[in-house]
């Protein structure tokens, strides 16, 4: 399970990347299957967001594009991102998604890539930015990406163990480091939520459920993933728990 969204009846939304099943499992608030779609639709299933009208975005990071599908499975659009990394891995190109309010999308290109793209919402380019490096703008690896109401784009920059803040512009406004390896990114309720893991080669090492301050960068809680996993996507029920994904688990947290 590389991805999961929830929408607004509590609906949770994944996508896997076995190939016996659909890539693209809809389940209700108590985890019964309501309906699935999109084999053969993808290389490498990535990571899965849903856009203010409720439609479905599907990352596929082994042919680094994306799949709009309506909330029912019927495949809308597809944006390819340009050009793909020869870069000798299954996983190239883009990794997440996030949408502001006009409903333009902004687009982490991370395996290969290391930049932050916008597109309008019909697939036309507006602008990118980033390159390879440590510094401000650049990045190892930008993995997950989250925008706040008030227009603040939030980048996990995954192998730099940080989170790097921008305006809608691509302007650095600064970030958040002494990080481990952050996955995925979400805000609820105030707090950026991040899932993440050591920055040492200990692969037995569990995963952990960060609450941030997304000003300050303070720890304001964390959680310890269980059975030593590593959480890749995260999410929030309408009631306020967080919801993770981690190997072939879906795993809901109670919120505290």
Avoid at 38 to 53: A, E, N, V, Y
Wanted: with cysteine; net charge neutral.
């Amino acid at each position: 399970m590389s991805g999961v969204a929830v929408d607004a009846n509590g609906s949770v939304y994944v996508i896997q990347r076995g190939r016996k099943a659909d890539p693209i499992l809809v389940f209700d608030k108590h985890g019964y299957l309501l309906r699935s779609w999109g084999k053969g639709d993808f290389i490498l299933p990535h990571s899965l967001r849903l856009d203010p009208s409720g439609n479905v975005w599907a990352v596929d990071a082994g042919a680094s594009k994306l799949i709009k599908y309506s909330s029912s499975g019927k495949k809308l659009l597809t944006i390819a991102v340009e050009p793909v990394p020869d870069n000798g891995s299954p996983f190239r190109g883009v990794t997440d998604l996030a949408f502001t309010s006009n409903g333009h999308m902004f687009i982490t290109d991370g395996y290969g890539n290391a930049r932050i793209l916008e597109y309008t919402a019909d697939g036309n380019r507006v602008r990118q930015w980033g390159h390879p490096g440590t510094g401000p703008a650049e990045f190892h690896l930008p993995h997950a990406i989250q925008i706040s109401q008030h227009g603040t784009i939030y980048v996990a920059d995954r192998e730099n163990g940080r989170i790097e803040k921008f305006d809608l512009n691509g302007r650095f406004l600064g970030e958040i480091d002494q990080l481990g390896r952050c996955y995925a990114l979400r805000l609820d309720r105030g707090a950026l939520w991040v899932s993440m893991s050591s920055m040492g080669e200990d692969a037995g090492a569990p995963g952990w459920l960060v609450k941030l301050d997304p000003e300050s960068g303070q720890i304001l809680g964390h959680q310890t993933l269980p059975e030593q996993r590593v959480g890749h996507a995260l999410d929030f029920l309408p009631s306020g728990e967080p919801i993770v994904t981690a190997g072939n688990s879906v795993i809901l947290f109670q919120r505290r």
